[in-house]
């Protein structure tokens, strides 16, 4: 089964996010800057909340990479703790791709809020919320 991490990040939780759940599923996190060369079964998405949503690089990612995706796995963090699923899901199924209902959202910092995150026990949680969508995907 082939599996891509792709993320955006502007503080670098996100970032840290996507280098430990890569790292639990044996792939390399990239940058949404980089597309996709070859299909994928599952894409493992990274974005974190930006005023209310993902930043529109991981929307153009989605759209511009449509084909070379089965399904995605949505991860990220918030300092409200809301999560990019809903709007990483509508613009994947405005292009027919497949999400997994099951998203991974942590606090992440912003100005004085949530300065230590994410945690090492954020971290573990990424990584076992990868290692259960590479399951999910490889039992249908």
């Known amino acids: ?3 891509e991490v792709r993320y955006y990040s ?19 996190p990239m940058t949404v800057e980089d597309d996709l060369k070859e299909k994928c079964d599952l894409l493992l998405i990274g974005a974190s909340v ?9 929307i153009s990612f989605i759209q511009r990479n449509a084909v ?11 300092a409200s ?25 942590c606090y992440g910092p912003f100005m004085f809020l949530h300065k230590k995150h994410p945690t090492s026990e954020d971290l573990q949680r990424v990584k076992a919320f990868a290692r259960a969508r590479v399951d999910e995907v490889s039992a249908k």
């Not at 070379?68 to 918030?78: K, L, R």
């Not at 899901?89 to 209902?101: H, P």
């Open 1 to 3: 089964m082939k599996i």
């Open 10 to 28: 502007r503080g670098g939780t996100t970032s840290k996010l996507a280098t430990a759940a890569a790292e639990a599923v044996g792939a390399v």
């Open 50 to 58: 930006y005023a209310g949503r993902p930043d529109a690089k991981v």
């Open 68 to 78: 070379n995706i089965g399904a995605i796995a949505v991860f990220g963090s918030s």
């Open 81 to 105: 703790g809301r999560s990019t699923f809903n709007a990483i899901k509508a613009a994947a199924q405005d292009v027919g791709i497949k999400v997994l209902e099951s998203d991974f959202t």
